[in-house]
């Protein structure tokens, strides 16, 4: 059987009807509408000296053609995008807020929070509150005894922990779990550490529990008082499950366009804040520099990879021993470097970063379902929308 490649990545799973159609009312009902005054659906073209906390460019100062860019920007509006940004060496190129948002209308990212439950866990490590090497049980009690014992937060990073997975559970009582994390470290073991690979929402929302017992606070808090305070991302959020104990650390994240590209130019900028460091150089190069599992090429830690090799999707059909039915090989993106990579989450939630040409594209959207955004369309600002070098 031919692989099908939209399988991926996250943003173009097949889901079930029902399931599509919950999410696409929790991405609506999380979304306020514009204040009145504002003018959502035009591109904010002014070339204030900053913006948001961002210096700006025009496109032909930062080697971009603006009629190819606008294009594009064409393309994401028609798919239901609600903003999409371009920024190149730190400064702001575009950006555009369309559907009732404004620059400033924070919205559901689905499993964009994947990737910054990651990097708490490298600001964690930074800080000496643990250790990527740790054993999970270290944090989770409850797993000492048994196969889990053997899975460290390494991983579930990779999400190659064997923890179980059922499509049924990850996307159906995981969700509806008052308290999720709960739910979750109490699964069993299904496959050893390190066997397989598998897109386990269950197994992220565990690290909720290890960062909390690491570093003494909530997820959440820690969260905005290590990241998104520091990087200036005021329209920023966690959430918390339905018991209000737990963080939601496998999506639940609230922001905006401008907001998670301070994100992802921390990346850019290899773990630096100016002179201030938050992330060190190692953790960077395991999340986002190579492949954190010879199971899939794609996947570092909690980020998308554009490295060549086996790639795997969230819902793979897998054989009783956790390994994939059907394979695919390549790239996600094979026309861009394979030195790009993405946080992505359902519904086309896009934050790509390129190093090569020092770029960062966001993309955000409300889920429609035949509507899709993905990591490829993403790296076309680079290999089509920038001028010949």
């Not at 009902?29 to 070339?47: C, I």
């Not at 994390?181 to 397989?196: D, E, F, S």
């Not at 460091?277 to 980020?303: C, D, E, M, P, Q």
């Not at 035949?370 to 076309?380: I, L, M, P, Q, S």
Request: glycine fraction near 8%.
């Amino acid at each position: 059987m031919k692989p099908d490649f939209r399988r991926c990545a996250p943003t173009l799973v097949a889901m079930s009807r029902p399931l599509a159609a919950l999410l696409t009312i929790l991405a609506l009902l999380a979304v306020p509408l514009a204040p009145a005054g504002s003018a959502p659906g035009r591109a904010d073209t002014s070339y204030d000296a900053r913006i948001r906390g961002w210096d700006v460019a025009t496109p032909a100062a930062a080697d971009f053609r603006a009629k190819r860019l606008a294009w594009l920007a064409r393309q994401a509006k028609r798919r239901n995008s609600t903003c999409f940004a371009v920024v190149r060496d730190g400064r702001l190129v575009r950006d555009w807020n369309w559907l009732q948002h404004t620059r400033d209308t924070p919205r559901e990212v689905f499993s964009v929070t994947k990737s910054v439950t990651a990097t708490l866990i490298g600001i964690a490590a930074r800080d000496g509150d643990l250790k990527v090497s740790d054993r999970a049980s270290k944090y989770i009690p409850r797993w000492r005894k048994g196969p889990s014992r053997h899975v460290t937060i390494r991983h579930l990073l990779s999400n190659s922990s064997g923890r179980f997975w059922s499509f049924k559970g990850d996307y159906g009582r995981l969700f509806q779990a008052r308290n999720r994390t709960k739910y979750a470290v109490g699964l069993r073991q299904q496959y050893a550490p390190g066997a397989t690979w598998a897109y386990n929402n269950a197994a992220i929302q565990t690290l909720d529990l290890i960062l909390r017992r690491a570093t003494g606070m909530a997820t959440d808090d820690f969260a905005q008082r290590r990241l998104f305070g520091p990087l200036g991302m005021r329209n920023t959020s966690m959430t918390r499950d339905p018991s209000g104990r737990s963080t939601n650390t496998y999506f639940g994240l609230r922001t905006t366009c401008l907001d998670i590209a301070k994100f992802a130019r921390l990346y850019l900028q290899r773990g630096r804040l100016g002179e201030r460091r938050i992330l060190s150089k190692a953790f960077v190069r395991a999340a986002t520099g190579r492949s954190s599992t010879a199971h899939a090429a794609n996947y570092g830690y909690l980020w998308w990879l554009n490295r060549p090799g086996i790639l795997r999707g969230a819902t793979d059909r897998v054989d009783r021993h956790g390994q994939p039915l059907d394979r695919a090989y390549g790239k996600l993106a094979p026309r861009a470097s394979e030195r790009a990579f993405a946080a992505l989450g359902f519904g086309g939630q896009t934050v790509l970063v390129d190093p090569g040409s020092r770029t960062i594209v966001v993309r955000l959207g409300i889920v429609k379902q035949g509507v899709h955004y993905t990591f490829e369309d993403a790296t076309r600002v680079v290999t089509w929308a920038q001028r010949r070098r």
